[in-house]
Every structure is written in C-alpha cells, then in structure tokens.
C-alpha cells in the first residue's frame, strides 16, 4: 500500500472519465488512483489502523465515498448552490459533498 496511509482523507471507484475499473485516493497533496477494489484498499487501511467511515455520495446512489475519521476536523450543512442539491453536509476542509445530514455524518465519524 506505500507510505501514504496516514495522508487518505477519502477514497472511493474512479468514474469512467477519470480511469475505468480504478478506484481513486485523495491524499492530503494529491490524488491516486488504484487497480485495487475500494473494499480491498477499504480493508487494507483498516489493518494499518486507520479509522474509516463510509458516506454516500449526493448524486450517485451506488458510490461509496471511504473517509478517514482522523482527518475530518469539521462537518457543515451544504449549500446547493454550491454543492449537488442532494447534498447535505460537507465533511472535511475540502469540502466533499455527502448525501447524509450533518447530524448523521457527525454520528458515523464518532462510531
């Protein structure tokens, strides 16, 4: 897996346009991708103890988004206007939309 576990922030399948059959990582400085499944690099993570919570994404009910508890420093309510309209909070400085509500979110980063 590398040195890159401690800077995951999320993880989830690539789509299409980015590389067919991959899944991407999101690093603290950049972004991966991997041949690797998200439940095997979801697994692997979870074996080097890094605390993962699963998420949905506003506008694609299939794609898990795989984040890293520890990186997580604040969850805020979405705004539409800037996010997808399903969007309902915003974990991370990053700000990556989530179909869950703030509450929810907050509750799944604590468990």
């Not at 401690?6 to 789509?15: C, E, G, I, S, V």
């Not at 979405?78 to 700000?95: C, D, M, Q, T, W």
Request: glycine residues 4%; proline residues 5%; charged residues 30%.
């Amino acid at each position: 897996m590398g040195d890159y576990k401690p800077d995951l922030l999320w993880l989830r399948k690539a789509f299409d346009s980015e590389w067919k059959g991959a899944s991407m990582l999101q690093l603290a400085g950049d972004r991966i991708y991997s041949i690797e499944s998200v439940n095997e690099l979801s697994e692997e993570f979870r074996n080097a103890k890094v605390v993962l919570a699963e998420f949905s994404a506003p506008d694609a009910n299939k794609l898990r988004l795989v984040v890293s508890v520890k990186r997580v420093r604040q969850v805020i309510q979405s705004n539409p206007v800037i996010f997808h309209e399903k969007a309902r909070s915003v974990p991370g400085k990053l700000r990556l939309a989530v179909r869950e509500t703030p509450e929810e979110a907050r509750q799944k980063l604590i468990s």
